[in-house]
Nanobody, 126 residues
Framework: QVQLVESGGGLVQAGGSLRLSCAAS????????MAWFRQAPGKERQFVIA????????DSADFVKGRFTISRDNAKNTVYLHMNNLKPEDTAVYYC???????????????????WGQGTQVTVSS
């Protein structure tokens, strides 16, 4: 069982930045692909960005390219979401997720992920 705990959410003005953290309670953190998803009220959970087990590869949704990046520190069992130039439409609950295997090489599907955090709210004011 893997427990994921997100932190770092909050209220920020448009154009601002935030860094979210996700700490994993597992000794084999480097055996998991890690990702961030988000869910706005009344909308489905959507893929944001993911990072491979070693940290050598990342993939992101088009709507965050050039603004959001992901990194991981396997020594600290932590993955980070660096968000810049935030927009009001980025307002959502952000979830950390972990997957042992990514089927078909597609990081996007929710069903690929085995474990989820409780989420952290990000609110971007205009």
């Amino acid at each position: 069982q893997v427990q994921l705990v997100e932190s770092g959410g909050g209220l920020v003005q448009a154009g601002g930045s935030l860094r979210l953290s996700c700490a994993a309670s597992v000794n084999t953190f480097n055996m998991y692909v890690m990702a961030w998803f988000r869910q706005a009220p009344g909308k489905e959970r959507q893929f944001v960005i993911a990072i491979s087990k070693s940290g050598g590869n990342t993939d992101s949704a088009d709507f965050v390219k050039g603004r959001f990046t992901i990194s991981r520190d396997n020594a600290k069992n932590t993955v980070y979401l660096h968000m810049n130039n935030l927009k009001p439409e980025d307002t959502a609950v952000y979830y950390c997720a972990a997957a042992r295997y990514i089927y078909g090489g597609n990081y996007g599907p929710v069903a690929n992920y085995d474990y989820w955090g409780q989420g952290t709210q990000v609110t971007v004011s205009s």
